[in-house]
């Protein structure tokens, strides 16, 4: 009889402490999952809701704006691109049209559909871009329709003070595709508006062109940006609570 109040007990203060340790809402895939991949993506759909609003508590940011602070263009070639307090609407309609999680080589693939973004904010720019020399600084919004994002995440797992494992982005690779779409920036040039209009115009009427040149530098800002929201969600929750073994 003591045994068994006692396993009560030990049950309950370790169902308190998983409570307290993965919010509700989000649904557990255990490791031996017979398909975790699907157990993974409907388990991101379920938490549309949580990642629409964002919950400040786990460090999940809102989808809905997603606020981008600075995206930088590290990468090479001959343009510097910066944007900031980037705004973005409509990345909380995205659909997950493809999952594939390994855990054995903590490798994760994922490609999305993002029907329509709309994104204001400021942006610095100076290069060349399809043949033409740009270069200002100001206001910029625009929108994209029937975009497409593919990401694959290579974690690695480390421990912490506390001795457990945790998981962290090793190497991440995004690469995004996108349809069609407008965009304006004030004050090119200075302000020149003779300039600005006709970069605006030929950034418009060879959108696509456009956006394959600032694509590279594009992907690692959103990767970086990717990265870092990932780690800060992961190092909160150990690696066997996330992924209990049973
Ligand atoms: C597992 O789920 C994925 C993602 O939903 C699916 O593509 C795959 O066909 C499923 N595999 C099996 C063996 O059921
Ligand atoms: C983006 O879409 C909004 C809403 O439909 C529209 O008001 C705005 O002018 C568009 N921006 C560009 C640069 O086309």
Redesign the pocket.
Known sequence: MKTIVLIGLVLAISGVALARDLPEFIHVCKKNEPNLSECIKSSIINMKPQLKTGVPDYKIPSLEPLILKELVATAGGNIKLKLTNVIIHGASDFSLTKLKANLETLTFVADLDLPRL?LKGNYDVNGRIILLHIRGNGPM???VTNSKGFVKIQMKEYKKEDGESYLKVAEIKTKIFVQDG???LQNLFGGDPVLGEAVNNAINSNFNGFVTEIKPALESAISNAFTDIANGILQQVPFKTLFPES
């Open positions: 709309s919004e625009g929108n407008a965009l304006h």
